[in-house]
């Protein structure tokens, strides 16, 4: 007899992984304390992944929305042979803390709203039929970024997940997420480039990585083999002739494809595909921004993952139709704000030709805390090494706006320059991570409008681009304010780029008034 549809799982008769989506069948029940041991199964809500429960209290005309603790359940089977696999739990997104336990025991936990994050189960799994039980909390946490910030923290499983089974032989799932290899492009030109391919594998046997790079017509044009290293290493350098370059007007993708082959019969146990992109680009504070040796302008939008009536639980297309919006509207460049974003979106953005910057959610102000540093650190480190393969990206950006929140002791003269120096050192840290972990790639910190207390602060010569979020004519000041601000920047920082990150003021179309007043909405 079968299982029933909601619990099959994907045949595997190979070694190689199989990656499968369990997002249907879901139960949900919100509150602290979920009924257990088949007790109380009538509060629980059937749902489908992905899921939030705060799609409609976030826009209710009273103040506040939930902000606590819901349970996910779902029975999965597993089929015979499985104790000979590694299996996982792949979460695209849940937010913010999350914890997996299967049949009853805790198989781990993860910190964080907006990165994707794995579970290996295969230590707590049986053949047969499976309890899968995810708590999540969204509640305020003053040691998880962000603490402050104009959006709302969704609660929830809102991104995809997936079930992932491999063979003993394979790419390291348990690095922060990623697929376990990382491309590089550190030399091209309109003559040639050099791809550089890097990972890891988990093995305990000799085997062979080969990577193969693909053209857009599906062509091999390259191929390398190379031998891991004792503790699984890798690493090996291709060069391409006369590449296609990747650029917004003719975003053209190379695949590469990275298969972990047994060293003497060639038996394939591992494959891992990622797009490939050659470009160069440079942000000079007189040129502007440089990309593959040509002046661009970049004209674009921030956007945040939300929707009326979801949430944030998008479906995957509603991710990529803001991408093309964007494209149709003449757009260039995406500011992914205030917080990583779905795989469906950045892969738009490399497709469709969108220049993009990332950021980590560092909203408003700090709490000064071992945990909160930590925590940030970790996010920035995830957020870096889960985007690093997309060709659309550019800039690792963090802590939007980090001095608008100052605390209380403004007027206490010693505790707010303790509270700047922290802000800075952690600055500091972030940025050191960024240039360790992508020395190719620029670093931004957006900023409001107040240039003297970010000079105070010490910040504006930390990252390598400055991001000025500017609302003169709305939330002070006159428009004719702006260009003052952007001319009185460019002389007291002649060799800082900047990138004006944020403008504009509030509308509602629905109110019309012939004499509009700031913040009036008209």
Same mark, same amino acid.
């Given at each position: 007899?079968?299982?029933?549809?909601?619990?099959?799982?994907?045949?595997?008769?190979?070694?190689?992984?199989?990656?499968?989506?369990?997002?249907?069948?879901?139960?949900?029940? +919100?509150?602290?304390d979920a009924p257990t041991n088949g007790q109380g199964q009538a509060c629980w809500e059937d749902v489908d992944l992905p899921h939030t429960w705060n799609a409609e209290d976030v826009m209710a005309d009273e103040p506040g929305y939930y902000r606590g603790i819901g349970w996910y359940q779902k029975e999965l089977f597993i089929?015979?042979?499985?104790?000979?696999?590694?299996?996982?739990?792949?979460?695209?997104?849940?937010?913010?803390?999350?914890?997996?336990?299967?049949?009853?025991?805790?198989?781990?936990?993860?910190?964080?709203?907006?990165?994707?994050?794995?579970?290996?189960?295969?230590?707590?799994?049986?053949?047969?039929?499976?309890?899968?039980?995810?708590?999540?909390?969204?509640?305020?946490?003053?040691?998880?970024?962000?603490?402050?910030?104009?959006?709302?923290?969704?609660?929830?499983?809102?991104?995809?997940?997936?079930?992932?089974?491999?063979?003993?032989?394979?790419?390291?799932?348990?690095?922060?997420?990623?697929?376990?290899?990382?491309?590089?492009?550190?030399?091209?030109?309109?003559?040639?480039?050099?791809?550089?391919?890097?990972?890891?594998?988990?093995?305990?046997?000799?085997?062979?990585?080969?990577?193969?790079?693909?053209? +857009?017509?599906?062509?091999?044009?390259?191929?390398?083999?190379?031998?891991?290293?004792?503790?699984?290493?890798?690493?090996?350098?291709?060069?391409?002739?006369?590449?296609?370059?990747?650029?917004?007007?003719?975003?053209?993708?190379?695949?590469?494809?990275?298969?972990?082959?047994?060293?003497?019969?060639?038996?394939?146990?591992?494959?891992?595909?990622?797009?490939?992109?050659?470009?160069?680009?440079?942000?000079?504070?007189?040129?502007?921004?440089?990309?593959?040796?040509?002046?661009?302008?970049?004209?674009?939008?921030?956007?945040?993952?939300?929707?009326?009536?979801?949430?944030?639980?998008?479906?995957?297309?509603?991710?990529?139709?803001?991408?093309?919006?964007?494209?149709?509207?003449?757009?260039?460049?995406?500011?992914?704000?205030?917080?990583?974003?779905?795989?469906?979106?950045?892969?738009?953005?490399?497709?469709?030709?969108?220049?993009?910057?990332?950021?980590?959610?560092?909203?408003?102000?700090?709490?000064?805390?071992?945990?909160?540093?930590?925590?940030?650190?970790?996010?920035?480190?995830?957020?870096?090494?889960?985007?690093?393969?997309?060709?659309?990206?550019?800039?690792?950006?963090?802590?939007?706006?980090?001095?608008?929140?100052?605390?209380?002791?403004?007027?206490?003269?010693?505790?707010?320059?303790?509270?700047?120096?922290?802000?800075?050192?952690?600055?500091?840290?972030?940025?050191?991570?960024?240039?360790?972990?992508?020395?190719?790639?620029?670093?931004?910190?957006?900023?409001?409008?107040?240039?003297?207390?970010?000079?105070?602060?010490?910040?504006?010569?930390?990252?390598?681009?400055?991001?000025?979020?500017?609302?003169?004519?709305?939330?002070?000041?006159?428009?004719?304010?702006?260009?003052?601000?952007?001319?009185?920047?460019?002389?007291?920082?002649?060799?800082?780029?900047?990138?004006?990150?944020?403008?504009?003021?509030?509308?509602?179309?629905?109110?019309?008034?012939?004499?509009?007043?700031?913040?009036? +909405?008209?």
């Open positions: 007899m079968l299982p029933p549809d909601s619990l099959l799982t994907p045949s595997f008769s190979s070694s190689k992984r199989v990656a499968q989506g369990i997002n249907s069948s879901w139960k949900f029940y +919100k509150g602290a089929p015979e042979g499985w104790q000979e696999k590694q299996v996982y739990i792949h979460f695209e997104g849940a937010s913010q803390v999350t914890e997996l336990f299967v049949n009853g025991k805790s198989a781990g936990s993860h910190v964080g709203a907006y990165t994707a994050f794995n579970f290996n189960i295969s230590g707590f799994i049986h053949q047969g039929i499976n309890a899968i039980r995810v708590k999540v909390d969204n509640s305020f946490n003053p040691d998880i970024i962000p603490v402050s910030g104009d959006f709302s923290v969704y609660g929830g499983i809102y991104r995809s997940v997936y079930l992932v089974v491999l063979g003993q032989d394979h790419f390291d799932m348990n690095n922060y997420a990623s697929n376990g290899v990382f491309i590089s492009t550190p030399h091209v030109s309109a003559e040639a480039a050099t791809v550089r391919v890097k990972g890891r594998v988990s093995t305990k046997q000799k085997l062979k990585v080969l990577t193969t790079i693909y053209d +857009k017509g599906g062509d091999k044009i390259a191929e390398s083999t190379v031998s891991p290293d004792g503790d699984g290493s890798f690493s090996t350098d291709v060069t391409i002739k006369s590449p296609h370059l990747w650029a917004p007007d003719h975003p053209y993708l190379y695949r590469v494809v990275n298969a972990l082959v047994g060293a003497k019969d060639g038996t394939l146990l591992d494959e891992v595909i990622n797009p490939l992109g050659f470009r160069w680009y440079s942000f000079d504070p007189e040129r502007g921004f440089i990309l593959n040796g040509e002046p661009l302008k970049l004209i674009g939008a921030n956007r945040h993952q939300d929707f009326r009536g979801l949430g944030s639980a998008l479906p995957d297309i509603l991710h990529v139709n803001d991408v093309q919006l964007l494209k149709d509207m003449g757009g260039n460049f995406l500011r992914v704000s205030h917080y990583p974003q779905a795989p469906a979106l950045m892969e738009a953005c490399d497709r469709l030709g969108i220049l993009v910057s990332v950021e980590t959610p560092g909203n408003n102000k700090i709490t000064e805390s071992e945990e909160f540093a930590r925590v940030t650190l970790e996010m920035q480190r995830e957020m870096i090494r889960q985007n690093y393969n997309h060709p659309s990206v550019i800039i690792w950006s963090y802590m939007n706006e980090v001095l608008l929140g100052l605390p209380s002791y403004r007027s206490d003269a010693p505790k707010l320059e303790h509270y700047l120096e922290k802000v800075r050192n952690l600055a500091t840290e972030i940025e050191t991570l960024c240039r360790e972990e992508d020395p190719e790639r620029y670093t931004m910190i957006a900023f409001h409008g107040d240039l003297d207390l970010y000079k105070r602060a010490g910040l504006i010569d930390v990252p390598q681009v400055v991001g000025w979020n500017l609302y003169q004519g709305w939330y002070d000041g006159e428009f004719e304010d702006f260009e003052k601000f952007l001319l009185r920047f460019k002389e007291e920082y002649p060799n800082r780029p900047m990138i004006v990150s944020e403008y504009g003021a509030d509308s509602d179309y629905r109110l019309h008034i012939l004499a509009p007043a700031r913040f009036d +909405k008209t």
